[in-house]
Nanobody, 118 residues
Framework: QVQLVESGGGLVQAGGSLRLSCAAS????????LGWFRQAPGKQRELVAA???????NYADSVKGRFTISRDNAKNTVYLQMNSLEPEDTAVYLC????????????WGQGTQVTVSS
C-alpha cells in the first residue's frame, strides 16, 4: 500500500503563487508515476500535471507555463509549484500515484483546497 498526504493549499489572490507538497509513504518503491489532479465544484476531476520515476512530465494545457511539477525521490515527495494563479484554478487538489505507465492511478491523498480570489 501507498499513503499520500498533501499540504500547502490555501487562499491566494489572483496572480499569486502556492506550492503544494505530497509526501508518500509505504511501498513507495512500487510507484511509477505521481500526479496532481484537481476537482472544482460541478466539474470533472482533471489531471493537472504528472511526473514519472524517470522525471518525464506532462501538463494540462490550462496550466502549461504556470505550474511546475517536481519530485524529490530521497524524500518521497512530489511538489506542484503554481504561479500566476487564476480564479479558475480554484479547486481541491489531489495527489495520486500509480504503479506502472499503463496502470490507472490507484492511490489517492485526501486533497487540499486551493482558493484563488479575484
Amino acid at each position: 500500500q501507498v499513503q499520500l498526504v498533501e499540504s500547502g493549499g490555501g487562499l491566494v489572490q489572483a496572480g499569486g503563487s502556492l506550492r503544494l507538497s505530497c509526501a508518500a509513504s509505504g511501498r513507495t518503491f512500487s510507484i511509477n508515476a505521481l500526479g496532481w489532479f484537481r476537482q472544482a465544484p460541478g466539474k470533472q476531476r482533471e489531471l493537472v500535471a504528472a511526473i514519472t520515476s524517470g522525471g518525464s512530465t506532462n501538463y494540462a494545457d490550462s496550466v502549461k507555463g504556470r505550474f511546475t511539477i517536481s519530485r524529490d525521490n530521497a524524500k518521497n515527495t512530489v511538489y506542484l509549484q503554481m504561479n500566476s494563479l487564476e480564479p479558475e484554478d480554484t479547486a481541491v487538489y489531489l495527489c495520486a500515484a500509480k504503479r506502472s505507465s499503463i496502470a490507472t492511478y490507484g492511490y489517492w491523498g485526501q486533497g487540499t483546497q486551493v482558493t484563488v480570489s479575484s
